[in-house]
C-alpha cells in the first residue's frame, strides 16, 4: 500500500512578549517563529483495520491516544467520515519536550500525509484550522518557515526567514512544565519590549548582529530562575563565540547563532562534553 512520508520541522522562537493574561486563563501573545533544519520523519499508510497505529524509535513519547499525531489521525478521519484506519510511524530527531514543537510538527505532518493519502483536497488554511484544535502551535508546523505569531499563537503573518543562518540547540536533561511557567510569569514586573520594525528588518537582511542583540523572550524571567543550567549553557555558548543566545519557548532549550558553520560545530562538541542533546543546525525557509 501507498505510504506518505513527510518531514517535520522543528521550530525556535526568535522573540515571544507576552502581552497580557486573557479571561480564559490563556495568555496574548507575539512572537516570531523560525523553522529549524532539524527534523523528524512522519509517516502514513493506510491498513485494512480501522484503528489508528502509532510506531515510534523513541521511548519518550506515548503510542496511544496521548500522543498528539494520534489525535490528528483521529480528527481528520471524524471530520471527513474515513472508515479506513492508519499506520503512523515517527522517526523522531527533534528532542522532545524540549520548546522546539516537535510534537505538534508530527501532528501537522500526519494532517498532512493523510490529506495527501486519502486525496481530501484541504487547503493548508483547513489543515491550520484543525491543527489548532489540537494546539497552539499546530497551525505554524503546518505553515513552517517564518511568521509572525500572534493570539496565544493561532494568527500567523508570514514574514522572510532567517535565511542560511548557523545555530547551535542545547537541551539540558531537565523538564519544564509550560503550564507553569505562565503560573509563574510576572507580567508586572516585565519591561515592555514591543515588535519593532528594526528587528524586523534585521531577520530579513540577516543582520545578526542587530538580531542578538535584539531577540527576546519573555518567559526567561521565569525558567531561567528556577533552572541554573540555562544560564550556564548560554555563557557557555558565548564562551564558545556564539553572537547571540536565548532560550527558545518556556524551555528548556538553548540556542545560540554562530557567523559560520565551523564556529557552529567547535561550540556543539565543547557544549556536548556536558549536554549530549546538542545539534548544529540551520535556519529552514520552505524556499
Known sequence: ?????????GKINLYLEVI???????????????????????????????????????????????????????????????????EITIQKNIPVAAGLAGGSANAAGVLKGLNELWDLGLSEEVLQ???????????FAVMEGAAIAEGIGERLTPISGLKNTWMVLCKPSISVSTPEVYKELNLSVLEEKPLSKEFLAAIENRNLRVI?????????????????????????????????????????????????QERAKKAAQN?????????????????
Do not use: C, W
Not at 500500500?1 to 520541522?9: F, L
Not at 524509535?57 to 492508519?86: F, Q, R, T
Not at 528556577?226 to 538553548?254: C, F, L, R, W
Open 20 to 86: 497580557n493574561k486573557r479571561e480564559d486563563g490563556y495568555h496574548e501573545l507575539q512572537m516570531v517563529m523560525q523553522s529549524i533544519s532539524l527534523y523528524d520523519r512522519v509517516s502514513v499508510r493506510e491498513i485494512e483495520k480501522d484503528e489508528i497505529l502509532l510506531n515510534t524509535n523513541s521511548p519518550y513519547i506515548p503510542k496511544d491516544d496521548g500522543n498528539i499525531a494520534v489525535k490528528a489521525a483521529k480528527l481528520i478521519k471524524e471530520a471527513y467520515h474515513i472508515d479506513k484506519g492508519v
Open 271 to 287: 557544549l556536548k562534553k556536558y549536554h549530549h542533546q546538542t545539534y548544529v543546525v540551520t535556519t529552514y525557509n520552505k524556499s
Open 212 to 260: 542578538s542583540k535584539t531577540m527576546y523572550n519573555a518567559l526567561e524571567s521565569v525558567t531561567l530562575k528556577k533552572h541554573a543550567v540555562i544560564e550556564d549553557i548560554k555563557k557557555k555558548m558565548m564562551q564558545y563565540n556564539a553572537i547571540g543566545t536565548m532560550m527558545t519557548g518556556s524551555g528548556p532549550t538553548v540556542f545560540g547563532i554562530f557567523k559560520d
Open 129 to 139: 484550522d484543525l491543527g489548532l484544535s489540537l494546539g497552539a502551535d499546530v497551525p
Open 1 to 9: 500500500m501507498e505510504k506518505i512520508t513527510i518531514k517535520t520541522y
